[in-house]
């Protein structure tokens, strides 16, 4: 998918930023914690998400990288018995602030999941969801708008703008993952959070969702959970190596995957383990 | 963030950060209200079931506590040798021969001497069951000792005396006098004059009742203004000459009668409102009597201050009595409306305050069988049919069910006919139990010609029923016993079957009685495939085997909920009560089971 | 009682045949029972099988025909008057002489052919059941000589054995179908002799029921009126707000256990609401007739409308109360199933739970929830005692809750209860009743069992 496909949405003609210039955080993890029960999973992680660039999150299984997304739209907060101590603020706000909505977070910092979940409901209404419960289309022309420009964004208009009232459920996995992110782009959130978005994909529809990254980074602040330390050398600007619970190492992704001055960083990206 | 926003163009959705921050939050109350206002839907339909369930327990709770204690007489009784054993020989079959009847009623009426006439002397005896002389008689056999003498001997009294002393007939109140009365006797109705205004409340009862009855009379009235309506229509519509006469007369007798209800609504009514005033009562009123100088005076008519009436226990004298010294009693429910009447009821009151009247745990209703007087009815007939029925429930149900699922789970192929199989089972499983008492019917009584009524048909219906349950619940124990252990001991050598009876079905064995458990439950408390076999008939006796008639628990309690008698409700209730109290405990044995062997693989 | 004496000698023959079986084929090794193909026990057993089996066999095939031989004799025995009398009253007389043949009845006030043939009777069935009682032991003798003829180191016990408890296994499992037809084909008969007396679009289309036969052929109103349209109009109505009762409430509890209830609140009410599901209907119709009624009666009359006391609304209303658990278990299973992924996307949209409940777990589960929706309404069609206890008896047609109605159950009953005619129409209308009651159910729960199921595979 190339730009030039999507040159007549507006979003397409603002101009391309330079790539690393002076940086203003997004988001800012202090001492962030997190324990399951009597467990702790995530330990004093302190991280600077960068705005309108992409952060990968790396590490082995069950090193903690999912829990810190997780953490940062407070999708933990479903799950029972689960603490998170620290602060996270986006924007000079904490978001853990009792006086903090959590659905008015979430539809600043939406969410893109491991395996695509498409609602049991046509491709348009998807789209259509999360605009429908914010209240944020007055009509149905406004609604028509949100959904085509949202489709286009996520790549996905072409293929399927003549069957928009068939189910979501019966697009190929690929495809099902850029309606996902259709769907999260619907409400323009600030921050895009994407656990580990390509897990269940095969090659081809993985460097769809990567190239799709790629474009998305423009407009919105992408944090990435990954497995594949060749995606995140990819698409991520910076990365932050997850160990155990810890924060291990974070920093530009170039000067992470060249010259890591943690040994255990070390380790992993040359996959001594992992 | 992009800037989406093409300024001119109305449809444009609102496209930038500060833009959607406030839609979201504009939005937010609305939702959160929204999310409020769902969740007490749910708590709303969860305490609606709760309830309902609390309600459910307290009904029966409050109606049938009382059933298991019953009424009972303490009546000295003259068990003369002459009268029931003139030999001496002590032979059980001539003393059982003996007329204790006659013993039981004579000492009846020893209480209440002054009873004359036979109406009054049969509602005496009538408080006591009908079964009073028997109990006696049983309580001779077993301690012949007791011949020769005078004995206190508790006899069970009737349902209506029953009721009464638990209250359930009406509520009684006694006052006492708050004046000096003088009493006047002017032959036999005696009346009692008060210093004070202790009839007041009896007064403003009959006033109450008197404009009840100006209401029915109005209405009467205005019932026939109907008819006048309808008569003089018909004669508009130019009739025959005969026919016309005929309904002239009854226009002219439907005036008169008009005029008549007219008159006596407005007369009841002046009564009813004048203050003071002398009034009569009848069976319609709450019933109120004088209880004094060792005699109760039933009122037929009352003033503020005086009370006229009928002796129904005879006075000591006719002294007056000073406050404190006599007391007003009396029956809130009318008389015309409870079954107990006046008389009645101030003998059974006075034997209560004499001591003699006492609620007392009820054996019979745990170890009698069925009766048509309910203070000799019991559930132990029942009880023993449940048992019976039951037990040949259990006998096929469980092989059958256990081997049914041993074969489905691990040998059956998979192919059409298991499917087949499945599927019927899951289906049998939702069929109405009354069609399986349908098929009992045609196929057990009428082809097969097995004996009505018996427990065994009702336990094979029963285990049809009930076969599915236990089917699926040992299916899902089976299937939680892992592979690894059939793998086990079929790599010993073990043939399939050894490999299953040694070691998968011990271990599936907690959950298939669980299921088993649960299954009996189930049938326990079924009644209605057992009305179609039979199993609704009257039977008095204990059945002594599978084939005997019987009846079961929830088939009893369907008969009592039918029967008119008031303490049949009780009863029912207490009923009730037992087939919950076993129903919990079978399920509570089921979950201890469950909890004990649940293991996790 | 003698058969229970027969049974038993049975049994012990069967004991006696594994001690000799077993002990056989140990008699045939040199000591080490690994010598034989199977275990000892298994040589035991096979013997004793062999002995009991067709012993068995024979006692059950002789029982089940015998009472139809023995009768068709003492019939045949009787003077010709007799035997020519209608078959309702040949029937009576025969149960006479079986009561006199039991002692159940005095012989001495039974008419002198009645106890000839009662003497007769109790002749035959003692004569059938020596000759049973003879051929059942001598077969289980044959067998038990035959069998321990064939004990030999090399027999296949084991396999024998397993054989014939394998036939056992699939003979169990065959009983729910024999059920199946059973109920089909009892129905089927006995509704097929209804529709031979009474028309089939009349049953199905007629609007008059009135099942009461005049015993005289002369008697006013001799035929009676089995038009069933009114019975059906009042399950449905009944069981209509059974389900306008059920289905929210149930529906609305199963979403509170299954998105906001915590643990402990869920284990805490949750064997509460199964309390509600494991009590009895007799107690839910007592119930209803005892406390609902009246109450509703009250109700309405303070608004001054004219309630039956066995109105429609309190026989619907307590079903609908029994129904709640049932419907609230099946959908919380079925919420339960929604994948987990579905919630989060919708809660990582920020969407609060109402909204992700309403717009995409009710949506995704929809199938399993009609499903059990279905399988309530059944059981609501099928339910019997609450109306028996709490509904009419007369057949109106009327869509007024507070009149009474009658349901298809409740004429099941009542046409059942009490003294049955096998030839009268209105004993057997019972059975058309059934045939349809169970036409109906079985429909509901194959479409509801394969929505399920079909549901559950979804998500599986």
Excluded at chain 2, 462 to 470: D, G
Excluded at chain 2, 532 to 548: K, L, N, Q
Excluded at chain 3, 282 to 305: H, N
């Amino acid at each position: 998918m190339s730009m030039t496909e999507d040159s007549q949405t507006p979003e397409a003609s603002t101009p391309v930023e330079t790539l690393t210039t002076e940086t203003t955080p997004k988001m800012i993890g202090r001492d962030v914690s997190v324990f399951y029960a009597d467990k702790q999973a995530l330990f004093d992680v302190d991280i600077d998400i960068v705005e309108k660039e992409v952060t990968a999150l790396i590490g082995p299984s069950g090193c903690g990288k999912s829990t810190f997304l997780r953490c940062m739209n407070r999708m933990n907060d479903v799950i029972e018995g689960c603490s998170v101590t620290g602060t996270i603020s986006m924007d000079d706000g904490d978001i853990y602030d009792p006086k903090v909505d959590v659905v008015q977070l979430r539809a600043r910092v939406g969410m893109v999941f491991q395996k695509p979940n498409p609602f049991p409901k046509s491709i348009y209404e998807n789209v259509a969801y999360g605009p429908r419960i914010h209240g944020l289309a007055a009509n149905k022309a406004e609604m028509d708008a949100i959904v085509e420009s949202s489709l286009r964004r996520a790549s996905l208009w072409e293929e399927v703008k003549d069957r928009l009232e068939q189910p979501g459920t019966g697009l190929s996995g690929g495809q099902q993952q850029r309606l996902c992110i259709a769907r999260a782009i619907a409400v323009e959130p600030e921050v895009i959070l994407m656990d580990e978005p390509c897990s269940a994909l095969d090659p081809i529809a993985t460097a769809r969702i990567e190239e799709l990254i790629h474009e998305l980074r423009e407009n919105f602040t992408i944090v990435i959970v990954t497995h594949s330390m060749q995606q995140a050398a990819r698409v991520s600007q910076k990365t932050a190596f997850f160990h155990l619970g810890n924060l291990v190492e974070y920093g530009e992704t170039e000067v992470l995957f060249t010259n890591p001055s943690d040994e255990r960083t070390q380790g992993y990206i040359t996959g001594r383990f992992g | 963030m992009t800037d989406a926003t093409v300024p001119n163009d109305p449809a444009a959705p609102v496209r930038d950060a500060e833009g959607i921050a406030a839609a979201v939050q504009k939005s937010l109350k609305k939702r959160y209200a929204r999310e409020t206002r769902f969740k007490l839907y749910g708590v709303a339909a969860i305490g609606f079931a709760l309830a309902v369930l609390v309600l459910l327990f307290f009904t029966i709770i409050s109606n049938g506590y009382t059933a298991f204690v019953q009424t009972k007489v303490q009546l000295p009784i003259d068990l003369a040798q002459s009268e029931i054993d003139p030999d001496g020989s002590g032979d059980p079959e001539v003393i059982g021969k003996a007329n204790y009847r006659s013993l039981v009623f004579n000492a009846m009426r020893g209480e209440f001497p002054s009873v004359s006439g036979r109406t009054n002397r049969r509602a005496l005896t009538g408080l006591l069951s009908s079964g009073a002389d028997f109990e006696l008689r049983e309580a001779v056999l077993a301690d012949p000792s007791l011949i020769g003498g005078v004995r206190q001997v508790w006899l069970t009294m009737s349902d209506d005396a029953d009721v009464f002393i638990k209250g359930r007939s009406t509520d009684v109140d006694l006052a006492d006098g708050r004046g000096r009365v003088s009493l006047f006797d002017e032959s036999g109705v005696v009346t009692v004059t008060s210093g004070e205004d202790d009839f007041a409340q009896a007064l403003t009862d009959v006033k109450d009742a008197l404009a009840e009855q100006a209401v029915r009379a109005e209405n009467e009235a205005a019932r026939r203004q109907g008819s006048i309506a309808l008569f003089t229509a018909a004669l508009n519509e130019n009739p025959s000459e005969e026919k016309a006469a005929e309904l002239r007369e009854d226009l002219e007798r439907t005036r008169a009668e008009i005029i008549d209800f007219e008159a006596r609504a407005a007369d009841l009514r002046d009564r009813a409102a004048a203050a003071g005033g002398e009034e009569a009562m009848d069976s319609s009123m709450p019933s109120y009597f004088a209880v004094v100088n060792g005699g109760v005076v039933k009122a037929t008519s009352v003033s503020a201050n005086s009370l006229t009436g009928e002796v129904i226990l005879p006075l000591d004298s006719l002294d007056p009595a000073a406050a404190g010294d006599w007391r007003v009693l009396s029956l809130e429910t009318p008389e015309e409306s409870r079954r107990v009447k006046d008389n009645q009821a101030v003998w059974l009151w006075t034997l209560q305050q004499e001591g003699k009247v006492e609620t007392k745990f009820n054996t019979t209703f745990f170890t009698a069988g069925d009766s048509r007087e309910p203070e000799q009815a019991g559930i132990w007939g029942a009880a023993v049919g449940s048992f019976w029925t039951l037990l040949v429930t259990l006998l096929l149900s469980f092989p059958i069910g256990v081997m049914a699922a041993v074969y489905l789970e691990e040998f059956a192929p998979k192919n059409r006919w298991t499917d087949l199989v499945e599927v019927n089972i899951n289906n049998l499983a939702a069929v109405p139990s009354i069609v399986f008492g349908l098929l009992g019917l045609a196929m057990f009584l009428n082809v097969f010609g097995l004996p009505r009524s018996a427990p065994l048909v009702g336990g094979m219906v029963l285990t049809l029923m009930t076969l599915p349950t236990i089917i699926i619940a040992s299916r899902a124990a089976l299937k939680s016993v892992p592979p690894s252990i059939r793998e086990a001991a079929l790599g010993m050598g073990a043939s399939r079957l050894q490999a299953m009876t040694h070691h998968v079905l011990p271990l599936a064995l907690p959950g298939m009685l669980t299921g088993t458990i649960i299954g009996m439950a189930q049938a326990l408390g079924e009644t209605a495939p057992l009305l179609m076999i039979g199993m609704v008939a009257f039977i008095v006796d204990i059945p002594g085997g599978m084939t005997d008639p019987a009846t079961v628990l929830p088939v009893q309690i369907f008969l009592w909920a039918d029967a008119p008698e008031r303490a049949f409700v009780e009863r029912t209730s207490a009923a009730i009560m037992v087939l919950l109290g076993f129903l919990i405990l079978m399920n509570l044995t089921a979950v201890l089971l469950r909890k004990k062997f649940e293991t996790r693989w | 009682m003698n058969l229970a004496i027969l049974l038993a000698a049975v049994l012990l023959l069967a004991l006696y045949s594994y001690a000799l079986g077993r002990g056989r084929a140990l008699g045939q090794t040199t000591g080490h029972p690994s010598e034989l193909h199977s275990r000892p026990g298994y040589y035991g057993t096979y013997t004793a099988l062999w002995s009991v089996i067709p012993a068995l066999l024979v006692i059950a095939i002789w029982l089940m025909a015998e009472g139809v031989i023995v009768e068709g004799l003492v019939v045949a025995s009787l003077p010709q008057a007799q035997q020519d009398l209608p078959n309702a009253q040949l029937g009576l007389l025969l149960n006479d002489i079986r009561n006199v043949a039991s002692g159940a009845f005095s012989a001495e006030q039974a008419e002198p052919f009645v106890r000839a043939a009662a003497e007769r009777y109790n002749g035959l069935r003692l004569t059938s059941f020596i000759g049973m009682a003879a051929i059942a032991v001598l077969l289980a003798v044959i067998g038990l000589y035959w069998a321990r003829r064939a004990i030999d180191p090399g027999l296949r016990a084991r396999n024998a054995v397993e054989r014939i408890v394998m036939v056992f296994l699939v003979a169990a499992s065959t009983i729910a179908i024999f059920t199946t037809v059973g109920i089909v084909l009892s129905l089927l008969f006995e509704a097929w002799r209804f529709f031979s007396q009474v028309p089939f679009y009349e049953f199905l289309f007629g609007l008059q029921w009135s099942p009461q036969i005049a015993l005289r052929a002369d008697q006013v109103g001799s035929s009676g009126a089995f038009g069933a349209v009114p019975i059906f109009a009042g399950t449905l109505l009944i069981s209509f707000i059974a389900m306008v009762v059920a289905v929210p409430v149930g529906l609305m509890s199963a979403i509170y256990m299954a998105e906001y209830a915590t643990p402990k609140f869920r284990s805490f009410v949750k064997p509460l609401l199964e309390v509600l599901a494991g009590i009895p209907t007799v107690v839910y119709g007592f119930f209803a007739a005892l406390t609902v009624a009246p109450q509703i009666r009250g109700f309405g009359e303070s608004f001054g409308l004219d309630v039956a006391s066995e109105s429609a609304l309190a026989a619907g209303l307590v079903m609908g109360i029994m129904i709640i658990p049932f419907v609230s278990s099946l959908s919380d299973d079925v919420i339960s199933a929604v994948p987990r992924s579905l919630r989060e996307g919708s809660y990582g949209m920020g969407a609060t739970k109402s909204e992700t409940i309403v717009r995409v777990i009710l949506p995704a589960a929809l199938p399993g929830i009609v499903g059990s929706i279905l399988l309530a309404v059944s059981r609501a069609i099928g339910e019997t005692m609450i109306v028996v206890m709490a509904a009419g008896l007369a057949a109106n047609l009327t869509a007024n809750p507070f009149q009474a109605v009658t349901t298809v159950t409740v004429q099941i009953v009542t046409l059942l209860v009490g003294d049955q005619e096998f030839d009268s129409p209105k004993t057997l209308a019972a059975f058309a009743l059934g045939l349809v009651l169970f036409f109906i159910t079985l429909c509901l729960n194959v479409i509801a069992l394969h929505v399920v199921r079909k549901y559950r595979e979804q998500y599986d």
